[in-house]
Nanobody
Framework: QVQLVESGGGLVQAGGSLRLSCTAS????????VGWYRQAPGKQRELVAT??????NYADSVKGRFTISRDNAKNTMYLQMNSLKPEDTAVYYC??????????WGQGTQVTVSS
């Protein structure tokens, strides 16, 4: 069973930065897409950023502030988050869509931005 393990969440003041990491138990090169999603209290899970075979995709709310990247050699994807805002507070989940069609989610990591 493939696992994704996130790390890097925490508490930061508005304007600060965090970098999230997500390490897979299998080679992420064998994926059609990897990405980050988030879910704030009382809200639906929403896309933050993805890397697909077609390129990069960002939610409008994070464009220019967040950067998604991947290191296939380390089976790891990253989300660099700069200029954080209180409205970025949420549980962040990484996700992989494998070539065989299976989808794997990480367990989530809490990001809290104080004003």
């Amino acid at each position: 069973q493939v696992q994704l393990v996130e790390s890097g969440g925490g508490l930061v003041q508005a304007g600060g930065s965090l970098r999230l990491s997500c390490t897979a138990s299998r080679n992420i090169f064998n994926s059609n897409a990897v990405g980050w999603y988030r879910q704030a209290p009382g809200k639906q899970r929403e896309l933050v950023a993805t890397i697909t075979r077609g390129g990069l995709n960002y939610a409008d709310s994070v464009k220019g502030r967040f950067t998604i990247s991947r290191d296939n050699a380390k089976n790891t994807m990253y989300l660099q988050m700069n200029s954080l805002k209180p409205e970025d507070t949420a549980v962040y989940y990484c996700n992989a869509v494998w070539i065989n069609g299976y989808v794997t989610w990480g367990q989530g990591t809490q990001v809290t931005v104080s004003s």
